[in-house]
Nanobody
Framework: QVMLAESGGGLVQAGGSLRLSCAAS????????MGWFRQAPGKDRDFVAA????????YYADAVKGRFTISRDNAKATVYLQMNSLKPEDTAVYYC?????????????????WGQGTQVTVSS
């Protein structure tokens, strides 16, 4: 079974950039669809971006489209979230998630593996 560990969060000024990484253990990472979600204090966990097992297909929430890019390196068993033009409203704990499937997965309920999260704080 794959285990996930996020890193790369931190404090950044509005307009800045961060790159989050999600490292997966286990040999079968390339068979997993991956996603990024975020949860701000007092709010629900929201979808951010998703990528298929091959990396051929990606999908983004409207709020981050054009600013964030999801990618993966199956040889390194890692999925990335490049975040540019960050806004204070992007402040949240960011989670990566995985499901062993060849299809695109975008709903939190469809993912069965989750990391512990990494805090992203964007100051104005």
């Amino acid at each position: 079974q794959v285990m996930l560990a996020e890193s790369g969060g931190g404090l950044v000024q509005a307009g800045g950039s961060l790159r989050l990484s999600c490292a997966a253990s286990g040999r079968t990472f390339s068979t997993y669809a991956m996603g990024w979600f975020r949860q701000a204090p007092g709010k629900d966990r929201d979808f951010v971006a998703a990528i298929t097992w091959s990396g051929a297909t990606t999908y983004y929430a409207d709020a981050v489209k054009g600013r964030f890019t999801i990618s993966r390196d199956n040889a390194k068993a890692t999925v990335y979230l490049q975040m540019n033009s960050l806004k204070p409203e992007d402040t949240a704990v960011y989670y990566c998630a995985a499901r062993q499937t060849r299809t695109l997965v975008t709903r939190a309920s469809q993912f069965d593996l989750w990391g512990q999260g990494t805090q992203v704080t964007v100051s104005s």
